[in-house]
């Protein structure tokens, strides 16, 4: 993805705040506290914390959290949903915070989006030595024969590169850690994968699956279109055609040491 269309489908989510906080899962609670070894009172920055779906997981586990949020309308339903948390408006590369402020940064479907180049000296800076960065990723669990289905009639506007638990590890055992420079590097990164679910109907799944950046950012013959295949497809699976059900899901971590 060149910058300019990384750019378009990073700012996409604005629009639809509302129905990503009403949609979009949360994270498991064993993948956050293994990001973080999370001891109480650990100062955490949730970058790119979007409307606070990582966010109230750290805080439920007793963390000191800032969140940063670049989109005014995700921003606004972070502070919404989650009055008593410092929500500040900044970015990966341009972060409202005094060197060494937090122990941790961490990044729920968000680190992808960061430019690293720039980022990357940025979490340094704000980072106190031995602290952790961590990024969080949701993936559907396409081990599960009807979940495999559902990302094959989906296409990767809808279930992208980050959102299988294979692809996942390739695509981020490398790419989106920060480089070596300035006064500060990170040590090897580690990965794992916890499992986790969430409750839909065949309703609701469409509806997490239009909050997705390459579904939002379609014409909108497009992406009627495509959000028909998939209501076709769990129409037609007997897990999904009926009532409530529980969709597979990994969140997987990698985390690594700031030196």
């Known amino acids: 993805m060149d910058p300019d269309e990384r750019s378009r489908h990073a700012s996409s989510f604005g629009a639809a705040a509302v129905a990503y906080a009403e949609h979009r899962p949360d994270y498991a609670q064993a993948a956050v506290r293994w990001a973080l070894e999370l001891a109480p009172g650990l100062r955490v920055l949730d970058l790119g914390a979007g409307t606070g779906k990582l966010t109230g997981a750290l805080v439920a586990l007793g963390a000191d959290v800032t969140a940063v949020e670049p989109d005014p309308g995700m921003l606004a339903e972070l502070r919404r949903a989650l009055p008593d948390v410092r929500g500040l408006a900044g970015s990966a590369e341009a972060i409202p915070l005094s060197d060494g402020a937090v122990d941790a940064?961490?990044?729920?479907?968000?680190?992808?989006?960061?430019?690293m180049a720039v980022a990357g000296p940025e979490i340094s800076r704000v980072l106190a030595p031995g602290g952790v960065l961590a990024g969080l990723w949701n993936l559907l669990d396409d081990r599960v024969a009807w979940v495999a289905g559902l990302a094959k009639v989906a296409g990767s506007a809808a279930v992208g590169p980050r959102d299988t638990p294979d692809s996942w590890r390739a695509v981020t055992a490398g790419l989106h850690l920060p480089k070596n420079g300035g006064a500060a590097c990170f040590g090897a990164p580690e990965q794992a994968e916890f499992a986790h679910g969430q409750r839909r109907t065949a309703g609701s799944l469409v509806e997490t699956l239009a909050t997705r950046a390459g579904v939002l950012v379609m014409p909108e013959g497009e992406r009627e279109a495509a959000l028909g295949r998939i209501r076709a497809f769990l129409a037609g699976?007997?897990?999904?055609?009926?009532?409530?059900f529980i969709l597979p899901m990994l969140t997987g971590v990698l985390r690594l040491r700031r030196l």
């Open 105 to 115: 940064v961490v990044a729920g479907n968000a680190m992808h989006w960061f430019d």
């Open 237 to 244: 699976r007997p897990e999904t055609a009926d009532g409530e």
